[in-house]
């Protein structure tokens, strides 16, 4: 089932693109849909982009909901194993 519920947000990184090109990322979306590639009936969907460089400029992901829960859990222990003076 969709939510149709999607989250914006701004952030500050870099992703490697089509070309093997990296570029800097500006613009999150999340959303939990039917995805377009991978293979399974709903996804959660991440896109990374920076909007100034028009649609190319853009690096997407479609997990299941227990992948997704899987990078979570993932980054939030890389977090919290690094030292406050290097989290800025």
Known sequence: MCTYLTVK?????????PGGAWF????????FDHPVHAMAE??????LTDPSKGPGARVALELT?????????????????????LAG
Do not use: F, M, W
């Not at 800097?24 to 959303?31: G, M």
């Not at 909901?65 to 003076?85: G, H, K």
């Open 65 to 85: 909901a227990e992948s997704a829960r899987a990078l979570v859990a993932a980054i939030q222990e890389a977090l919290a194993a690094v030292p406050p003076e």
């Open 42 to 47: 709903h996804t959660l969907n991440i896109d």
């Open 9 to 17: 947000d701004r952030i500050d990184g870099s992703a490697k693109g």
């Open 24 to 31: 800097h990322v500006s613009d999150v979306t999340v959303y």
